[in-house]
């Protein structure tokens, strides 16, 4: 019988072994690592930038939990319909979001993904399948039920994504969301990043028990939990929750267990650390860092050598250098455009 705790899952000294790569497929893999090397540097510049006083709004970094996004990705279609968060730069860029357009939105410019109206948290890419993330807590988690239900609708065999918190899933309308989900057995993958924390506070002070699946279990929902610090992992489990949805079989629940090594919000990993978290906490839950433990894995294998990732990033880094140049040279929104912005127009 469960007992609905997350057991070595929410232990920073388990699950910090190399990623088990044995026979999946290479080039998959390879672009995993890549993928989760660039959006983790991106975020890097960024809190660079946030530090450097250059960025004007918040930013809420998901370093640490590259793998969640990047393992569901992999398994989605352009044409389904994915709805994020406070934290999503993950979500757009492993969707294939152009990076000079998030970074052009994260400065406020006009060549920004929502043309440089919201800043990082409210992002847009809907030519790859982002349809939007928004600040508000849980806002999108309805939109994204909504958006399955109308794929079923239309027959397009497509499917709506939800992204959301641990801290999410304590509002009510993603209660609703998982009922009405099910009820119409509309192909909806809810996806929890369950990091532990809701800004400063340990799910522990929260909830009675620590995995939020116990909702979709009282929702007869199928659901998995898994290790997010493990791409491989989440991969396996997405795509089993997204081809049953595909099937007509309804939706499905993912909680990914990780951490984030930065505070809530902004550049500082010793801030905002809450009544349950310590640095010490960090520098363990650095040791279950995905990236690192998929290139272990991926060398264990032979399938790259000691100074591949090295190379990789030197690569990475050198476009993610000049995109953001490029981006800081991109202009601000005219005046005249603020209000012919609010509501979607011809202009789109
Ligand atoms: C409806 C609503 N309530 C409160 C907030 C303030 N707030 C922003 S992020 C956050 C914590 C969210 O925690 P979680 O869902 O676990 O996401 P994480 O930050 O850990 O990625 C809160 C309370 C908000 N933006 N919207
Ligand atoms: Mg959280």
Redesign the pocket.
Known sequence: MNDWGLGELADPLHCQKPVDVGGRDVSVLLDQLKMMMRIRLAERCLADAKRDGLIGGPV?LGVGQEAIAVGVSTKLRKSDRVFG???SHSHVLSLGADLHRLFAEVLGRDTGLSRGMGGSMHLWDRPNGFYGAV?????TVPLAMGAGLAAKLQCTNDIGVAY?????VE?GVVHESLNLARITKSPVLFVV?N?L???HMHISLRQPKEATARFAAANDMPYEVVDGNNVVEVNQAAKRLIDNARAGNGPGFLEAVTY?WYG?VDWREDIDVGVNRSLDDVTQWRKRDPIARLAAGLENEGIIRGNDVQEMEVEIAKEIEETWSSAMKDPYPKDSTLLSRVYVSSEG
Do not use: C, T, Y
């Open positions: 809420h968060g406070h934290r600040p508000i807590v849980a806002g959301l918190g641990d801290g999410a509002e990043e990091n924390f809701a800004s984030r809530h």
